[in-house]
């Protein structure tokens, strides 16, 4: 299949199967006489196991290594579970982050309850300081 039908069939871009061939999570494309690239049904399997990879957020480097493990049956999987559980770290830690967000952004919200002319703003007065979440914080 061409790359137009590839992508087609994994939902994604031409542009997406390119860049992963271009840093060989994807091989090079056998080409056709009229130097089409044309793809099989192996490819179109390696593509799918690379999104699915992305759609959880994994790093390339993560998604080679899974890749790595998933051409060599005889490589141990316990480097899966590794590479999991440290994605799996970082999502938490970023959970945390938003959290810590979320409720910076309320605490600020809350310094303009009843909205006038925007010289009196303390949403804007806030943001001004040297650091909204020092003026967030103080509150």
Known sequence: MKIGELAKAAECQTVTIRFYER????????????NYRMYSKQDLERLL???????LGLTLPEIRRLVEIHDNPSI????????LDKHLDEVEKQMQALAQ?????????????VPGVSAGCGVLAALSKTSARQSCESK
């Open 49 to 55: 196991f690379i999104r699915n990879c992305r759609s």
């Open 23 to 34: 840093k060989g999570l994807l091989g090079a494309a056998a080409r056709s006489d009229s």
């Open 76 to 83: 141990d999987c316990t480097d899966v579970n590794t590479c």
């Open 101 to 113: 967000l979320q409720e910076e952004l309320r605490r600020l919200r809350s310094r303009c309850a």
